[in-house]
């Protein structure tokens, strides 16, 4: 059920200027939300897509690496019959404490950029202007994947996210990649009747792949289950097939290919913030804050969770982004009383 106080309109919110406005409604925004509840601050929070939308993209059975105590937020409990929860089970979880706390957020609403100064800005978005005194910037980056430079990533057939493996069982499919994500992907493709062929443009799969995860997929390919071009680049796509090439002798293969999966990594929202007027370190696209407090180098604009770490989003997850929360949210009380 969503009370009253949660129905608001635009008009109304032009009206009124927020005490704090947090850019994204995923984990660490919501975290970030209930501990400036939790200090009498007046929040509102803009997601351009369901609450913890990245989550809710995830493949539909997917279940959890972290326990369910990691992943808590706002000393509410995350009870459940499992260790490791699921998708299903962590989408109710995060959409409960939205009730629990009664937080203010406005769905389906794109920020295009924050301008103004400390203490008086404007949030510029696809439905109307909102003022605030303090913004937090809190986005993720699972909505911006790394593009390959390569004819054919714009096809209806390829994408950076893997859903309903069933809806592939008996199809050629082609995976990108050599991490977590490209891993999970082709071995669920695989147990689940498509035909899997995997590129990577490494000798070996990255380091991080998890430690049960790897050798599963080292043996499927060993096995022949799952075909494998290790040190190869994919060149191109087509409506057919794909094309790679091995780095080291140039052989070029041509793969049959009805679905591909680019599973190449993803990155902040590097353009929003530049819009902003936030400065991001060449190369890294590290932005400029205070690792404390979170306030980045336009004062009273905030960075929360990944959206400051740039190309290096390995280092952040739910269970270490949320614990930036409580001294990014006393830092606005004592700015803001």
Same mark, same amino acid.
């Given at each position: ?27 660490v925004g ?60 962590t ?7 939205v ?12 920020v295009?950029?924050?301008?103004g100064e ?13 003022? +605030?005194?303090k *913004?937090?910037?809190? /986005? $993720? =980056? ?9 004819? %054919?990533?714009? @096809?209806?057939?390829?994408s ?15 995976v990108?990649?050599?991490?977590n ?67 080291k ?7 049959? +290919?009805?679905f *591909?999966?680019?599973? /190449? $990594? =993803? ?6 913030l530049?819009?902003? %007027?936030?400065? @991001? ?21 905030y ?5 400051a ?21 006393t ?7």
């Amino acid at each position: 059920m969503v009370t009253a106080s949660c129905i608001h309109s635009f008009s109304t919110m032009s009206e009124s200027k927020y005490d704090v406005v947090i850019v994204g409604a995923g984990p660490v925004g919501l975290a970030c939300a209930i501990a400036c509840k939790n200090r009498d601050l007046d929040v509102l929070i803009l997601e351009k897509g369901a609450v913890v939308e990245s989550i809710r993209r995830f493949p539909i059975h997917m279940t959890w690496f972290s326990i369910t105590e990691m992943l808590e937020i706002g000393n509410v409990p995350f009870i459940n019959t499992q260790m490791r929860p699921t998708r299903e089970d962590t989408l109710a979880y995060y959409n409960h404490l939205v009730e629990h706390f009664d937080l203010h957020i406005q769905r389906y609403t794109t920020v295009d950029v924050v301008d103004g100064e400390d203490g008086n800005f404007t949030v510029h978005t696809n439905k109307g202007n909102v003022r +605030a005194k303090k *913004v937090v910037i809190a /986005t $993720g =980056y699972f909505d911006h994947p790394n593009r390959l430079p390569i004819p %054919g990533v714009d @096809l209806p057939h390829v994408s950076h996210y893997f859903d309903d493996p069933y809806r592939y069982a008996g199809m050629n499919t082609v995976v990108v990649g050599g991490a977590n994500s490209a891993a999970d992907t082709a071995l669920s493709l695989f147990r689940h009747a498509a035909k899997v062929t995997l590129i990577h443009r490494g000798e070996d799969f990255a380091s991080h792949v998890k430690y049960w995860v790897k050798p599963d997929l080292e043996n499927r390919i060993k096995e022949g289950s799952i075909n494998a071009y290790l040190g190869h680049e994919i060149t191109e796509i087509t409506q057919e097939h794909v094309k790679c090439t091995s780095l080291k002798g140039g052989v070029e293969q041509t793969i049959p +290919a009805d679905f *591909v999966f680019l599973m /190449t $990594g =993803y990155r902040p929202d590097d353009a929003l913030l530049r819009r902003c %007027g936030i400065e @991001l370190e060449e190369g890294s696209m590290k932005a400029r804050c205070n690792e404390e407090t979170r306030e980045s180098n336009v004062p009273g604009l905030y960075l929360a969770g990944s959206a400051a770490n740039g190309l290096d989003t390995g280092q952040i997850f739910i269970e270490n982004a949320r614990l930036q929360t409580e001294p990014l949210a006393t830092d606005l009380a004592a700015k803001l009383n």
